[in-house]
Protein backbone atom coordinates (compact mmCIF):
# COMPACT_ATOMS: atom_id res chain seq x y z
CA UNK A 1 0.00 0.00 0.00
CA UNK A 2 1.46 3.53 -0.64
CA UNK A 3 1.43 6.15 1.79
CA UNK A 4 1.26 9.60 1.12
CA UNK A 5 3.62 11.77 1.91
CA UNK A 6 4.66 15.83 1.89
CA UNK A 7 7.68 16.81 0.99
CA UNK A 8 8.88 20.42 2.44
CA UNK A 9 12.32 22.17 2.02
CA UNK A 10 12.82 25.18 3.93
CA UNK A 11 15.71 28.12 4.03
CA UNK A 12 16.08 31.44 5.95
CA UNK A 13 18.49 32.97 8.04
CA UNK A 14 19.46 30.52 11.21
CA UNK A 15 18.37 31.34 14.16
CA UNK A 16 17.32 29.26 17.31
CA UNK A 17 13.75 27.74 17.21
CA UNK A 18 13.20 27.07 13.30
CA UNK A 19 13.16 23.42 13.82
CA UNK A 20 10.85 23.83 16.69
CA UNK A 21 8.38 26.04 15.20
CA UNK A 22 8.10 23.75 12.36
CA UNK A 23 7.81 20.39 14.19
CA UNK A 24 5.17 22.06 16.23
CA UNK A 25 2.90 22.63 13.11
CA UNK A 26 3.88 19.38 11.69
CA UNK A 27 2.42 18.05 14.88
CA UNK A 28 -0.58 20.10 15.09
CA UNK A 29 -1.82 19.00 12.15
CA UNK A 30 -1.48 15.66 12.91
CA UNK A 31 1.28 14.69 10.98
CA UNK A 32 4.68 13.42 11.79
CA UNK A 33 8.25 13.43 10.59
CA UNK A 34 9.54 10.25 8.90
CA UNK A 35 12.69 11.62 7.56
CA UNK A 36 14.65 14.96 7.68
CA UNK A 37 17.57 16.46 6.52
CA UNK A 38 18.79 19.66 8.49
CA UNK A 39 21.71 21.99 8.64
CA UNK A 40 23.49 25.21 8.89
CA UNK A 41 25.16 26.50 5.37
CA UNK A 42 26.97 29.48 6.33
CA UNK A 43 24.30 31.82 7.77
CA UNK A 44 21.12 30.18 6.47
CA UNK A 45 19.39 27.03 8.01
CA UNK A 46 18.14 24.46 5.10
CA UNK A 47 15.67 21.54 6.11
CA UNK A 48 13.99 19.25 3.97
CA UNK A 49 11.34 16.80 6.06
CA UNK A 50 9.27 14.24 4.92
CA UNK A 51 5.84 14.23 6.85
CA UNK A 52 3.40 11.61 6.50
CA UNK A 53 -0.06 11.66 7.80
CA UNK A 54 -3.84 11.37 5.86
CA UNK A 55 -4.72 12.70 3.06
CA UNK A 56 -6.47 15.72 5.29
CA UNK A 57 -3.85 16.01 7.78
CA UNK A 58 -1.72 16.74 4.86
CA UNK A 59 -4.05 19.51 3.17
CA UNK A 60 -4.27 20.71 6.68
CA UNK A 61 -0.38 21.36 6.88
CA UNK A 62 0.15 22.02 3.04
CA UNK A 63 -2.08 24.82 3.56
CA UNK A 64 -0.78 26.19 6.60
CA UNK A 65 3.08 26.47 5.29
CA UNK A 66 2.52 29.85 3.45
CA UNK A 67 1.63 31.78 6.57
CA UNK A 68 3.83 29.66 9.26
CA UNK A 69 6.96 30.50 6.73
CA UNK A 70 5.90 34.04 6.85
CA UNK A 71 5.83 33.93 10.57
CA UNK A 72 9.27 32.69 11.24
CA UNK A 73 10.69 33.54 8.61
CA UNK A 74 11.44 31.06 6.19
CA UNK A 75 11.22 30.31 2.63
CA UNK A 76 9.25 27.02 2.33
CA UNK A 77 8.06 25.08 -0.42
CA UNK A 78 6.51 21.79 -0.57
CA UNK A 79 5.61 18.64 -2.93
CA UNK A 80 3.09 15.96 -2.50
CA UNK A 81 5.11 12.20 -3.20
CA UNK A 82 4.36 8.37 -1.86
CA UNK A 83 6.30 6.60 -0.86
CA UNK A 84 9.21 4.91 -2.81
CA UNK A 85 9.13 1.78 -4.57
CA UNK A 86 10.98 -1.55 -3.02
CA UNK A 87 14.70 -1.64 -4.09
CA UNK A 88 14.03 -4.84 -6.23
CA UNK A 89 18.08 -6.10 -6.68
CA UNK A 90 19.57 -3.01 -5.71
CA UNK A 91 21.92 -3.16 -3.11
CA UNK A 92 23.17 -0.51 -0.87
CA UNK A 93 26.38 1.05 -1.10
CA UNK A 94 28.48 3.56 1.99
CA UNK A 95 31.02 5.75 0.37
CA UNK A 96 33.73 7.75 1.60
CA UNK A 97 35.78 9.77 0.64
CA UNK A 98 38.71 12.44 2.28
CA UNK A 99 40.97 14.54 0.00
CA UNK A 100 42.22 18.09 -0.06
CA UNK A 101 40.15 19.84 -0.76
CA UNK A 102 39.86 20.57 -4.97
CA UNK A 103 36.97 21.69 -7.40
CA UNK A 104 35.39 19.22 -8.92
CA UNK A 105 35.22 16.26 -6.30
CA UNK A 106 31.43 15.98 -6.20
CA UNK A 107 30.98 15.82 -10.03
CA UNK A 108 33.64 13.45 -10.79
CA UNK A 109 32.17 10.96 -8.27
CA UNK A 110 28.78 11.67 -9.53
CA UNK A 111 29.85 10.79 -13.11
CA UNK A 112 31.48 7.90 -12.44
CA UNK A 113 28.28 6.63 -10.80
CA UNK A 114 25.42 8.28 -13.45
CA UNK A 115 28.04 6.71 -16.31
CA UNK A 116 27.16 3.10 -14.64
CA UNK A 117 23.59 3.67 -14.03
CA UNK A 118 23.75 3.55 -10.47
CA UNK A 119 22.18 6.21 -8.46
CA UNK A 120 23.18 7.75 -5.48
CA UNK A 121 20.99 7.95 -2.88
CA UNK A 122 22.51 10.11 -0.26
CA UNK A 123 24.61 12.58 -0.61
CA UNK A 124 26.59 14.72 2.06
CA UNK A 125 29.62 16.83 2.39
CA UNK A 126 31.90 18.48 4.44
CA UNK A 127 34.84 21.29 4.24
CA UNK A 128 37.26 21.47 7.01
CA UNK A 129 40.71 22.47 7.83
CA UNK A 130 43.09 19.95 8.99
CA UNK A 131 44.19 19.41 12.42
CA UNK A 132 48.10 20.70 12.52
CA UNK A 133 48.97 21.72 8.92
CA UNK A 134 45.15 24.04 8.51
CA UNK A 135 45.38 22.25 5.05
CA UNK A 136 41.55 22.49 3.47
CA UNK A 137 39.96 19.41 3.33
CA UNK A 138 36.65 18.06 1.34
CA UNK A 139 35.16 15.34 3.08
CA UNK A 140 32.09 13.26 1.06
CA UNK A 141 29.61 10.32 1.99
CA UNK A 142 27.13 8.97 0.10
CA UNK A 143 24.72 5.99 -0.48
CA UNK A 144 24.51 4.77 -3.61
CA UNK A 145 22.48 1.80 -4.86
CA UNK A 146 24.23 -0.82 -6.80
CA UNK A 147 22.37 -3.63 -8.97
CA UNK A 148 23.03 -6.89 -7.18
CA UNK A 149 23.84 -8.03 -11.27
CA UNK A 150 26.79 -5.45 -10.72
CA UNK A 151 29.85 -6.85 -10.75
CA UNK A 152 31.41 -5.55 -7.32
CA UNK A 153 34.85 -6.21 -7.69
CA UNK A 154 34.93 -4.32 -10.98
CA UNK A 155 33.20 -1.60 -9.73
CA UNK A 156 35.50 -1.27 -6.53
CA UNK A 157 38.76 -1.42 -8.82
CA UNK A 158 37.54 1.19 -11.19
CA UNK A 159 36.40 3.21 -8.70
CA UNK A 160 39.55 2.93 -6.34
CA UNK A 161 42.03 3.67 -9.96
CA UNK A 162 39.60 6.78 -10.53
CA UNK A 163 40.15 7.69 -6.62
CA UNK A 164 44.23 7.23 -7.44
CA UNK A 165 43.79 9.67 -10.28
CA UNK A 166 42.65 12.55 -8.60
CA UNK A 167 44.58 11.81 -5.56
CA UNK A 168 41.73 10.94 -3.58
CA UNK A 169 40.96 8.60 -0.33
CA UNK A 170 38.41 6.44 -0.29
CA UNK A 171 36.38 3.46 0.34
CA UNK A 172 33.29 1.72 -1.09
CA UNK A 173 31.74 -1.01 1.15
CA UNK A 174 28.43 -2.56 1.83
CA UNK A 175 26.18 -0.07 3.79
CA UNK A 176 25.41 -1.06 7.06
CA UNK A 177 21.71 0.40 6.82
Known sequence: MNK?????????????????????????????????????????FAVMLL???????????????PAAGRRIGLEIHCRRTQSRPPAGNLLPYSVEVIAIDQPGIVHNLASFFASREINIRDLATTS????????PMFQVHMTVDVSASQHIARLREEFMDLCDRLNLDAIIEPSKL
Open 51 to 65: CEGRWNELAKLEAAL
Open 128 to 135: YSAAHTGT
Open 4 to 44: DYLVISAMGDDRTGLVEALTQLIAETGCSVEDSRMSVMGGD
